[in-house]
């Protein structure tokens, strides 16, 4: 039987690889879809969400253990604060580097990537629950 933070674990990375999935594919649908512009914007709206995702995951669930609690607690802080501040940067990145930029697409891939946050962690809860 798995603990608590093996599942927790575990539901981290299968969220940050569906999360890059989704990225890939808002990208190649809209570009079959629309154009490669939108498929490249698209894309890169997506790896502006999943990127500091990573960097929060790697950040926040490092520390484990009662005698951490600290540690969890300010790894948390500074990774949410480290993935706003990843986030906008990649945000204003993306408009100064990227042209032509589509940003309709863009934000419509960082939705799609966004929305992973909420599908994975209730499909495995599901699975569990069946499961266990």
């Known amino acids: 039987m ?15 690889v569906w999360q890059l999935v989704v990225a890939v594919l808002a990208g190649v649908f809209s570009a079959a879809f629309h154009s ?16 500091p995702t990573c960097w929060f995951a790697w950040k926040a669930f490092r520390h484990r253990g ?16 480290g993935k706003m501040l990843l986030t906008a940067g990649l945000f204003t990145l993306a408009f100064i580097w ?13 939705v799609a990537v966004q929305s992973v946050n909420w599908v994975v962690p209730l499909v495995m809860s599901r699975s569990q629950r069946r499961a266990g």
């Open 2 to 16: 798995s603990t608590q933070s093996e599942r927790r674990l575990r539901v981290i990375r299968c969220l940050l």
């Open 36 to 51: 490669a512009e939108a498929g490249l914007s698209a894309t890169v709206g997506g790896l502006i969400c999943w990127l």
């Open 66 to 81: 009662a005698r951490a609690a600290r540690q969890i607690v300010r790894s948390f802080y500074t990774g949410q604060a």
């Open 98 to 110: 990227i042209q032509p930029l589509l940003p309709v697409a863009l934000f419509a891939g960082y």
